[in-house]
């Protein structure tokens, strides 16, 4: 059947460390459909995405460390320029983003249908040779970066998608993680 995806279940692991060297926007493009076919109860289509690079992640980078600096009172200028410079680990940040319904239980499942979108997301990604890593923190939460991207009030950031090709090989697979014995129990068998 389709074994290949059990395969990249498995084989897939979170890469932080890409090059620099530009992603194609159709590569990106057929990664966003992969996003876009995830569960989603009602059909609501709760996602938005923001798919930054060059200039257009330095932007962000700057309404990131706007918010770092009202949080901690201030920042050194090196500290800001640290901070303003995150997005460009990648070439490519994909801003994953919520637009939730009014009513409570079906914002939850929307925050629920972008989260399985995102792991599409990096599926996609692992499936045509990418590094990708999800990132949250100060970036997803603070409002000034929410208002950089365009985002209502209600709106959140899910995750921010880090995306390029990989540095190195990545080696032999990691070691399993614990598996599902110890968090699952049996009934009726
Ligand atoms: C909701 C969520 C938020 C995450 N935020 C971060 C983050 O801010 N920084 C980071 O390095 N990794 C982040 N990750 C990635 C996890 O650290 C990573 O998935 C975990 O270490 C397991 O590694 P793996 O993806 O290679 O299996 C996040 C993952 C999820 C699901």
């Known amino acids: 059947m389709h074994e290949n995806v059990l395969e990249a279940i498995h084989a897939r692991r979170s890469t932080g460390r890409v090059s620099s060297e530009p992603v194609e926007r159709e590569l990106i493009e057929e990664l966003l459909e992969a996003a876009v076919a995830a569960p989603n ?46 997005l460009e680990r990648a070439p490519v940040v994909i801003a994953c983003c919520l637009v939730p319904g009014e009513d409570p239980v079906r914002a939850r499942e929307d925050r629920d249908a972008v989260a399985a979108a995102i792991q599409n997301l990096l599926l996609a990604a692992h499936a045509r040779g990418l590094g990708a890593i999800w990132r949250t923190g100060t970036m997803a939460d603070e409002p000034e970066v929410r208002e950089e991207l365009g985002l209502g009030e209600r709106d959140a950031i ?16 990691p070691e399993p993680r614990q598996g599902a014995t110890a968090v699952t129990r049996w009934r009726g068998w």
């Open 41 to 86: 109860h009602k059909d609501t289509k709760p996602w938005r995405f923001v798919v930054l690079a060059g200039e257009a992640r330095s932007a962000v980078g700057e309404a990131h460390a706007r918010a770092v600096t009202r949080i901690r009172g201030s920042l050194t200028p090196e500290g800001r320029a640290k901070e303003a410079a995150l």
């Open 158 to 173: 899910v995750g921010l998608v880090y995306l390029g090709h990989p540095l190195t090989d990545p080696g032999p697979p």
